[in-house]
């Protein structure tokens, strides 16, 4: 296996990690040198020659292979047997529905929410219960870390030039999740996408940060996704349609569980309950335009359809807290994308 | 003990890019405007078009959208400015 990357020849251990900083490499947080036996072993476990293009970045013409991935992979900390699912989110990427140019550069600042779905999951003890979104899990920390790498070193998203978030978020660093496939009252995520339950498969979404609302006084599912819809109505990117996803937790999976409501019941009552008036979002200065006498007749639904609003099965099994996350943009400029991990 | 580590970052390799020669004047050239669809970009075109066509001379100008600010101009209307245009303005309005 021939690496083709230039070299870097330095003293010692902590040489090599104060020189990925002066070099403007890292995220802010110390990495883990990129060394031809760690970044070889990142390839052998992907199934992937270090020349394969993994993604063709066509607003900044730039070219991922491989071998640039593995090196990220590497410093961000990632064992090698998660380099599959890296690949699979690369590939996901250069999806033109996913549109790269528009979230990685807009001043929203999204970042790329990953959902991983399928028996790889469980192999690579990615978290789905408790802290979803918080620290603490070696994948959940460093798969979306290596993303991130890629995107800044790769592919040129630095802050202050091609990202150029005004606020951004936490999940910036990483924001990499599973489905709690076992517990949850819905078939597996990706099912939803044309994939098997048995199969592999990574969801990708250029999303804000996750919104949380507590709901501990209805034991129904109508009185939790009021509580939802009322957080929602006027949400970032209201009126401009973008997809959402909304991640329940344990309690709430138990509700809708018990309930026997399935994830279109879900969609169907969230899409029809967070409907505004024209009139309310000229209001609120989300739509343009002078207020007409119409518009307080007229509504607007927060997704253009109800599969608009990704239903996932995640997070603590104690707790009455759920979360909704808004995408960034519009359809027109960026959807969520499935991709399947295939395993070597 | 010394240690080799590997660039992370994207290698630039050489590439040639032809550029149109640009006008000398814009006395009787067509504008093509590029609307981003960020609220207002069509009104900042079109006050760019009109003291292009005032002041210098142009002739006349086609304004079209894009599908989205972070999109390149989609086939249709490259194929159109190609057609009806010799100039673009393209600008981020919001």
């Given amino acids: 296996m021939e690496l083709k990357s230039r070299r870097h020849t330095v003293s010692d251990l902590a040489g090599a990690i104060e020189l990925c900083y002066t070099n403007g490499w890292t995220d802010g947080l110390p990495v883990v040198p990129p060394t031809a036996e760690r970044i070889e072993a990142m390839l052998e476990a992907g199934g992937l020659e270090p020349g394969h293009e993994l993604a063709f970045i066509e607003n900044r013409q730039v070219s991922v292979t491989a071998e640039k991935v593995a090196i990220n992979a590497v410093m961000a900390g990632c064992k090698a047997e998660y380099m599959p699912v890296i690949a699979a989110t690369v590939e996901a990427l250069a999806d033109p529905l996913y549109g790269y140019h528009g979230p990685a550069t807009s001043t929203g600042g999204a970042a790329v929410f990953m959902l991983v779905n399928g028996p790889i999951a469980a192999r690579l003890e990615l978290n789905s219960g408790d802290n979803l979104f918080g620290p603490g899990w070696r994948a959940n920390a460093t798969i979306g870390r290596a993303v991130r790498l890629v995107m800044r070193n790769v592919i040129g998203t630095l802050p202050g030039e091609l990202d150029r978030s005004a606020l951004g978020h936490g999940g910036k660093y990483t924001f990499c999740i599973a489905e709690n496939e076992q517990n949850s009252p819905w078939a597996a995520f990706h099912t939803t996408r044309g994939f098997r339950a048995d199969q592999n498969a990574v969801t990708i979404f250029a999303a804000y940060a996750p919104h949380q609302f507590s709901n501990r006084l209805s034991a129904t599912p109508e009185g939790v996704l009021a509580t939802a819809c009322a957080h929602m109505k006027i949400s970032a990117g209201s009126a401009r349609q973008p997809q959402y996803a909304m991640v329940f937790a344990g309690e709430h999976q138990t509700i809708f569980a018990k309930a026997g409501w399935a994830r279109e019941d879900v969609q169907r009552y969230v899409f029809e309950n967070t409907k505004n008036t024209v009139a309310e979002l000229k209001r609120v200065h989300m739509l343009a335009g002078e207020l007409a006498a119409e518009d307080e007749k007229t509504m607007y639904t927060l997704v253009e359809q109800p599969q608009d609003l990704l239903v996932v099965a995640a997070g603590g099994r104690a707790g009455v807290q759920s979360a909704f996350i808004p995408g960034w943009g519009g359809k027109n400029g960026s959807q969520s994308v499935t991709r399947e991990i295939r395993l070597p | ?94």
């Fill in chain 2, 1 to 94: 003990m010394a240690i080799q580590i590997y660039d992370p970052t994207t290698e630039v390799a050489d590439r040639h890019i032809a550029f149109v020669r640009r006008p000398q004047s814009l006395k009787g050239v067509r504008i093509g405007l590029v609307d981003n669809t960020k609220h207002n970009s069509d009104q900042l075109l079109l006050r760019i078009a009109g003291i292009l066509e005032r002041d210098h001379g142009a002739k006349a100008h086609l304004i079209r959208k894009k599908k989205s600010a972070g999109a390149a101009p989609h086939a249709e209307i490259v194929e159109e400015y190609k057609a009806n245009c010799d100039v673009i303005v393209a600008g981020v309005g919001d």
